[in-house]
């Protein structure tokens, strides 16, 4: 389970965080939706610990991160799977390496584990074929960097997957794909994720329970249908694709 508890948070001079409550049960995926520059990114990184609270906390599984020691960061983030919204490949690894970094440390060297099966199942899920492994990130498309990148989250199968808008820039085909293949790890493996994104019909699809982030608080959460039947006019406006651009 993730908690996040009265998180607050300023950057540059802006409450970007002004008190964020959150509970995300094991098993569960909730979106968190929200205008651009609203703090979304800033969330996910707190849960695991790449900003420290202000005030507040985040407990993932018990764990308090901001009080966490070395050891206990690592445990927390073995757990944690992370797409970042710019891919963050590593340039001189090649997509077959950066895939693997997504396995827990020493996974390769067990003997009942055949690794470049594991890293080309993962490409598989996410619609690449073997000929990429060699290639460096450069060689790829924004598009394609975004799915070696969300192999590389799900390869090593965490308990925890956190995407920083999974399908953007992605082609309607290929993003169909992603949302197929964090619906399948959801059913398949049981994994608790958190997704951003501004894709209206993914986050239907895909959530147990919406989030929406602005001014620095949750301002509604509850199941599509919830927030499909709201009385709250401005999340009415927010969730509506057509009206998207322009609301909140
Ligand atoms: N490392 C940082 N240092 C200073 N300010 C930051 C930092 N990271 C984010 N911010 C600021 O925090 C605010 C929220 O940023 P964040 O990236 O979380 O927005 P977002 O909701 O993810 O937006 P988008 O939908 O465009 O990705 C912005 O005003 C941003 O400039
Ligand atoms: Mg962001």
């Known amino acids: 389970m993730i908690e996040i508890r009265s998180l607050r948070k300023k950057l540059g001079g802006n409450q970007v965080l002004a008190g964020v409550d959150l509970v995300v049960n094991e098993g569960e995926c909730v979106v968190v939706m929200g205008p651009s520059g609203t703090g979304k990114s800033v969330l996910l ?17 018990g764990m308090s991160v901001s009080r966490a020691d070395g050891r206990t960061i690592r445990q927390i983030r073995s757990r944690i799977s992370y797409v970042f919204q710019n891919s963050a490949l590593f340039d001189s690894l090649t997509v077959g390496g950066n895939i693997r970094l997504g396995l827990p440390e020493d996974h390769c060297k067990r003997p009942d584990v055949n690794c470049n099966e594991l890293v080309r199942e993962a490409l598989e899920h996410v619609n690449l074929g073997p000929e990429v492994l060699p290639l460096l990130p450069a060689e790829l498309s924004g598009g394609m960097q975004k799915r070696v990148a969300l192999a590389r989250a799900v390869v090593g199968r965490q308990r925890y997957v956190l995407y920083d808008e999974p399908t953007t820039g992605l082609d309607p085909l290929n993003a169909s794909i992603i949302n197929e293949l964090i619906a399948s790890l959801k059913n398949e493996i049981g994994s608790t994720s958190v997704i951003v994104t501004h894709d209206v019909d993914s986050a239907f699809y895909l959530a147990d329970r919406i989030a929406v982030l ?27 694709p057509a009206a998207y651009a322009g609301a909140m």
């Open 45 to 61: 990184k707190h849960i695991v610990g790449l900003f420290d609270p202000d005030e507040g906390d985040v407990l993932v599984d």
């Open 214 to 240: 602005s001014d620095g608080v949750i301002q509604a959460i509850g199941t599509p249908e919830e927030l499909r039947t709201t009385p709250d006019q401005r999340i009415q406006r927010f969730l509506d």
